[in-house]
């Protein structure tokens, strides 16, 4: 019987080809897959605390909060923290 390979999460950055990388933070959104584990964002330069991204549409990116959909204009977005960690201080 083969052995079963461990799922892995794709990286929407190292799984691009060299040369493609984003150049900014809403080419970036528009790549991640629906329910990404992101633990915040920064909006225009504030710390907003998110859970999951669910997709991006028109310039609008939504996010999943405590079991509640947010949406943000996606060229207000400056960084994002992926991952379920809570940032450094």
């Not at 991006?56 to 999943?64: C, I, M, N, P, Q």
């Amino acid at each position: 019987m083969p052995k079963r390979k461990k799922a892995q999460m794709s990286s929407p950055i190292t799984d691009l080809p060299a040369g493609k990388e984003p150049k900014k933070v809403g080419d970036l959104i528009k790549r991640l897959p629906s329910g990404f584990p992101v633990s915040h964002i920064l909006v225009n330069g504030v710390k907003e605390e998110v859970t999951r991204f669910i997709n991006e549409k028109d310039g609008v990116a939504y996010f999943l909060v405590n079991n509640q959909l947010i949406a943000y204009e996606t060229k207000d977005i400056n960084g994002i923290l992926f991952g379920t960690g809570k940032p450094r201080e």
